[in-house]
């Protein structure tokens, strides 16, 4: 009686797993080995998570402070790699990051690793702009709002597959006039934070996308000027401020290097320059940290 109990129960496991379950690999989790790259992020910092296993896996995913964070294999060194960001608005101290992959004999693995994320110290400024950028009229606040709806529509685009490759390049040649982070009030009111880079470029300069991805937004805007923003795949766009000409359109691919703008004045500035700024799922990160990162 019991054998065929016994016999039942496994003719029905049979049928609905597929095949007798493989006990050892469910009975070995696999270990992970986490590194993140920089070894020390600060609020505001991209980070590249390279996660190796043990054993093999089909697909890995994570969770990061609230995102989900995509991971692509690296076939020439056998690393998972995720790109991930720390927004500017994250406390310092242990993060959990969430893994969880699954394995190619079947089954899943997780697994929880903790990274320490430091308090950036980032700096004040004070500048002056024309009045009609801190007290629109009418007009200007209907074009705002649909401006922001443009913004909102874009933003919320997240293609699933990697389009950027290895790392990024700056976009001009030219030095840094005010860094990411910087805490600014605009004329002696208006406070809000630094959430690009500024680069020094005389009208005209040519501006080169910082990887290969797509353009999703080519056109003048009230704050921005003329703007561009490419969409890198997996939640990563780069985003081209203040240019005097743009030499794309929405809908184009454009490869790492690739001239996309003339560098202007245009929109809320005090002079020419070029701001560039970073977005992964919503958080602003601060671009000099991605220019030194190594990506594969
Ligand atoms: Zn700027």
């Keep these: 009686m019991k054998f065929l109990a016994f016999l039942l129960i496994g003719i029905f496991v049979w049928l609905t797993v597929g095949g007798w379950p493989e006990i050892s690999a469910k009975a070995k989790p696999a270990r992970f080995l986490v590194v993140v790259e920089p070894s020390q992020p600060v609020n505001g910092s991209p980070v590249l998570f390279r996660v190796k296993t043990d054993q093999m896996l089909k697909s890995l995913t994570g969770v990061w402070l609230g995102h989900r964070v995509a991971f692509n294999f690296d076939s020439s060194n056998g690393e998972w790699y995720g790109f991930a960001g720390v927004d500017l608005a994250t406390k310092a101290g242990r993060h959990a990051l969430q893994l969880e992959g699954a394995l190619t004999t079947s089954g899943r693995s997780n697994s929880t690793e903790f990274v320490t994320v430091r308090k950036a110290s980032y700096p004040s400024s004070r500048l002056r702009v024309a009045r009609k950028f801190l007290d629109p009229d009418a007009e200007t606040l209907e074009r705002i709002k649909e401006e922001q709806a443009i913004k909102r529509e874009v933003f919320r685009r997240v293609s699933s597959n990697r389009l950027w490759n ?113 977005r992964w799922l919503g958080t602003y990160l601060d671009p000099a940290t991605l220019l030194t990162m190594k990506l594969p």
């Design 166 to 278: 290895g790392d990024f390049v700056a976009p001009v040649n030219n030095i840094v006039t005010e860094p990411f982070g910087v805490r600014r009030v605009f004329n002696g009111k208006l406070q809000s934070t630094h959430q690009g880079l500024d680069f020094r470029a005389a009208l005209g300069t040519p501006v080169n996308a910082m990887n290969s991805g797509e353009v999703i937004l080519a056109r003048e805007m009230f704050f921005e000027g003329g703007m561009v923003v490419v969409d890198h795949g997996q939640g990563l766009l780069t985003m081209y401020l203040h240019l005097s000409e743009i030499k794309t359109k929405e809908g184009n691919r454009v490869g790492k290097g690739q001239e996309i703008a003339l560098s202007g004045a245009t929109g809320r500035v005090t002079s020419e320059h070029l701001h560039v700024a970073i």
